[in-house]
């Protein structure tokens, strides 16, 4: 997606369990140095997921562009789904975002599977455990910060990965 961009290589791949569904991940350029990176799964399945995933993108995308720290991009997003969630629908959603000269990863996690750092071994990335979105209208939540070496893979990914099952009988 930033072929004029040596610095980083960047790869997704979405396979919806339905038709559609309620994950979504999106990413952008802060800045000239900083990446955004967001993976999130929406409750449920099928048309209702999807269509709070899209409410849920369009207000991630709308909000991150008047905020910079991801734990108040996130408390923002919370509250905007939380006001009136008659439905009890939730989203976990990791934010992180990348100082792509520094190396150093801003990050918030409501609720979301943890992601691997993978460089010289493999770990998962230490997350508070703050709530998924759209629970609890006034909950703060914890920005934490990493810094990545060279040459290190952040893999993000939702609970699908590990809820997968094997076709071949």
Not at 25 to 52: C, N, Q, R
Not at 99 to 109: F, M, P, V
Request: with cysteine; glycine share 6%; proline share 6%.
């Amino acid at each position: 997606p930033f072929p004029d961009r040596d610095e980083f290589e960047l790869y997704a791949f979405m396979m919806p369990a339905k038709e559609v569904g309620g994950d979504f991940y999106d990413f952008f350029m802060v800045d000239d140095t900083h990446i955004a990176l967001v993976m999130a799964d929406v409750s449920g399945k099928g048309v209702p997921a999807s269509l709070v995933m899209a409410v849920t993108r369009s207000l991630f995308r709308n909000i991150s562009t008047h905020l910079s720290e991801p734990n108040l991009i996130i408390k923002a997003l919370n509250s905007a789904l939380a006001d009136g969630n008659e439905t009890n629908m939730f989203v976990t959603l990791f934010l992180g975002v990348l100082d792509l000269h520094t190396g150093s990863l801003q990050y918030c996690n409501a609720g979301h599977n943890s992601p691997m750092i993978i460089g010289q071994d493999v770990q998962t990335l230490p997350c508070d455990p703050n709530l998924p979105i759209g629970v609890m209208t006034d909950w703060d939540f914890t920005c934490q910060e990493i810094r990545l070496e060279p040459q290190t893979t952040v893999f993000l990914y939702t609970d699908g990965l590990n809820e997968a099952e094997d076709t071949i009988s």
